[in-house]
């Protein structure tokens, strides 16, 4: 079954940078996009990064310059580094596959952004 394992959420000041992970498993890992999305206390969940199979990104304007989503097909990880933090960045990281017609989504990793 398709599983999908974040890692590297935690504290940092304004200004800062964090590097997250994600490990997938259950499916053909290099055929399909992976995202990035948060979400703040209070409100709704935003992608933040996609990055297709072969490598092609994007992002929203709010992390444009900052974040940076990359993946290592034989190791079946995506990455999300993560630059110039703010505090509005503050959020619960999750990593999605849409994988045959199905949203999987990580437990979520906690980014505290505060000093």
């Known amino acids: 079954q398709v599983q999908l394992v974040e890692s590297g959420g935690g504290l940092v000041q304004p200004g800062g940078s964090l590097r997250l992970s994600c490990a997938a498993s259950?499916?053909?890992?290099?055929?399909?996009?992976m995202r990035w999305y948060r979400q703040a206390p209070g409100k709704e969940r935003e992608l933040v990064a996609r990055?297709?199979?072969?490598?092609?990104?994007t992002y929203p304007d709010s992390v444009k310059g900052r974040f940076t989503i990359s993946r290592d097909n034989a190791q079946n990880t995506v990455y999300l580094q993560m630059n110039s933090l703010k505090p509005e960045d503050t959020a619960v990281y999750y990593c999605?596959?849409?994988?045959?017609?199905?949203?999987?989504w990580g437990q979520g990793t906690q980014v505290t952004v505060s000093s």
């Open positions: 990055i297709t199979g072969g490598g092609t990104t």
């Open positions: 259950g499916f053909t890992f290099s055929r399909y996009a």
């Open positions: 999605n596959a849409f994988v045959l017609y199905r949203d999987y």
